[in-house]
């Protein structure tokens, strides 16, 4: 097993999970609080299309059984610690502050079969999974797809679309692709993993796959049949009401949406792309992303609480993370292309070993990092911002490698406040107008609110632009100073 420091630690019952985390709205619903044996908790849906840990009926809360010790937004150990318990012993690791530990990070897309053209990106991910299964490396990828049509319903009605499922073939793992913003938790896949024994990998957000190193640190179960971990790059996890409400703009009622694409590729760039829905009738629907009010992921509506309180964003605990490749000349390409970070030395083997496969070109961590620029500042300035003021307000925060920080100018705070004023404000306003069946209504709900979120974020880029021009004033005046000596030499010659 690992060396992760700290398991002398106290346990923690359920109870105080409960107490601690999901009283405290830092529940992400991921499912490891289920897996440890006798575990007394369930995951389930609220009513806002979240899932939470929940006491199964008639249980005893107040079994010690690491309950803390398994849960990202619970536990002591932070990402660094675990990196170097798991991740420790690859061959040649640099250290990004933003990336996290490294050994190679690549840019590109996938050129052989049909990977990029199936997915939602550059296809690296499904590609990754399939030479896994390939070099007979795993036996089956727990990994998030499409649900059978009416298998399961949300507690407000609709169907449930997407979850956790095994994937052990390639037709499988295919079947799986492309991104979800969508709500899922583990605790069916991870039971799996419990009572059948096989090599597994596993696929997630960052605060999933640090549920899953740390089950592999508690349970030797775990560690010996988790063996990868393949990550994915993370802005924020959504409800089920980001999806429907999605839908509801292209006049999709609640509760009727049957499928959803939330990445259809364009022939434009690959951040133009488009969403496609199903209703229940089978009419098909398709609308440009940035259409939509929901569309802006800085504003965070329908996200969950407990991701204001990640610092996490590239995935730094897993052996090989993927994401969107954002930044020129990738970010052009309609087709897609995705950023990959390798960091052990088993991720490093199937690349290398399958390379021939990719057209894809070395790139910096700094790159990496410029890809998720938005996503990183939000985590790192904002969260330290929001930990600082979390412990001013006396409420819980979980410790983070983020120092507390709250020396931020105002118009920045206001952003901040404003972005996590929207998580709960656009909540209030679909509860209210859900039941009319009236988009228009729910967008004159928010629309006050949103304007004003707007209004200050536009007023945070032009001051980030104008600090960026005065920073850089000296160089500049240096070179209008030359390229007008040189227009003068030339003119004179």
Same mark, same amino acid.
């Given at each position: 097993m690992?060396g ?5 630690r106290q346990?923690?019952t359920?109870?105080e999970l ?10 992400i ?9 006798g ?6 849906m609220?009513r806002?299309? #979240?899932?939470?840990?929940a ?14 010790r398994?849960c ?9 610690q675990?990196a170097?318990g ?8 640099l ?5 996290g530990r ?7 897309h ?9 997915g939602?990106s550059?296809?690296m991910t499904?590609w990754f999974l399939?030479?896994?299964l ?10 998030v ?15 449930l ?5 095994v994937s052990?073939s ?23 993993v ?9 696929v997630g957000l960052?605060?999933y796959i ?8 508690e ?6 049949r *988790?063996?990868?971990c393949?990550g ?6 959504k ?9 509801w703009e292209?006049g *999709?009622?609640p509760?009727?949406l ?10 434009t ?9 199903v209703?229940?009738d089978?009419t ?5 992303n ?6 802006d &992921?800085g ?9 204001? &309180? ?13 994401g969107?490749? &954002? ?8 087709q ?27 790139i ?17 300035e904002?969260l330290a ?6 412990r001013?307000?006396r409420?819980r925060v979980?410790?983070?490698r983020?120092r ?6 105002t118009?920045?705070a206001?952003?901040?406040d ?8 656009a909540? #209030?306003a679909?509860?209210h107008t859900r039941?009319?069946g ?6 004159d709900?928010?629309?006050?609110? *949103?304007?004003?979120?707007? #209004? ?7 001051k ?10 000296? &160089? ?5 100073r030359?390229?007008?000596r ?7 010659g």
């Amino acid at each position: 097993m690992p060396g992760v420091p700290g398991r002398d630690r106290q346990q923690g019952t359920a109870r105080e999970l409960l107490a601690e985390v999901v009283d405290q709205d830092l529940c992400i619903g991921c499912g490891a609080c289920t897996a440890l044996a006798g575990s007394p908790l369930e995951i389930r849906m609220d009513r806002t299309g #979240r899932y939470r840990a929940a006491p199964k009926d008639g249980a005893d809360l107040d079994h010690q059984g690491g309950y803390l010790r398994v849960c990202p937004f619970a536990t002591q150990y932070d990402e660094d610690q675990l990196a170097a318990g798991f991740l420790g012993g690859a061959r040649d690791h640099l250290r990004h502050d933003a990336v996290g530990r490294y050994a190679e990070t690549l840019a590109g897309h996938v050129s052989a079969e049909s990977f990029r053209d199936d997915g939602s990106s550059g296809g690296m991910t499904s590609w990754f999974l399939q030479r896994l299964l390939d070099a007979d490396l795993v036996d089956a990828v727990l990994h998030v797809g499409a649900l059978p049509p009416g298998e399961q319903v949300t507690p407000e009605g609709g169907p449930l679309l997407f979850g956790y499922g095994v994937s052990s073939s390639s037709a499988e793992v295919r079947g799986r692709a492309k991104t979800r913003y969508y709500p899922v938790e583990m605790s069916g896949v991870l039971r799996h993993v419990r009572e059948n024994e096989g090599r597994y990998a596993v696929v997630g957000l960052p605060c999933y796959i640090k549920a899953v190193r740390l089950l592999q640190a508690e349970d030797p179960l775990f560690d010996e049949r *988790v063996r990868f971990c393949v990550g994915l790059v993370c802005g924020h996890l959504k409800s089920t009401r980001f999806a429907e409400t999605m839908a509801w703009e292209q006049g *999709v009622a609640p509760g009727s949406l049957a499928e959803i694409d939330f990445r259809t590729k364009t022939d434009t760039d690959a951040g133009s792309y488009a969403i496609t829905t199903v209703d229940m009738d089978g009419t098909e629907r398709s609308r440009e992303n940035h259409r939509h009010l929901a569309a802006d &992921w800085g504003m965070g509506l329908f996200k969950y609480e407990a991701c204001e &309180w990640c610092d996490d964003v590239t995935n730094e605990t897993a052996d090989i993370s993927f994401g969107d490749a &954002w930044i020129a000349p990738y970010a052009q390409d309609p087709q897609g292309a995705n950023v990959a970070v390798i960091r052990s030395d088993g991720a490093r083997q199937i690349v290398d070993r399958y390379r021939k496969d990719l057209d894809a070109t070395q790139i910096s961590a700094d790159d990496v990092a410029r890809s998720q620029e938005a996503g990183l500042r939000h985590r790192r300035e904002g969260l330290a911002y929001r930990l600082q003021r979390g412990r001013a307000g006396r409420r819980r925060v979980p410790v983070k490698r983020v120092r507390p920080d709250g020396a931020l100018p105002t118009w920045r705070a206001e952003v901040y406040d404003m972005r996590e004023a929207l998580i709960s404000e656009a909540d #209030r306003a679909f509860d209210h107008t859900r039941a009319t069946g009236e988009f228009g209504r729910f967008r004159d709900a928010v629309r006050p609110t *949103v304007w004003a979120y707007q #209004r200050l974020y536009e007023r945070s880029v032009q001051k980030r632009v104008a600090g960026a021009l005065q920073r850089h004033a000296p &160089w500049l005046r240096s070179a209008v100073r030359s390229a007008m000596r040189r227009v003068r030499a030339r003119r004179g010659g």
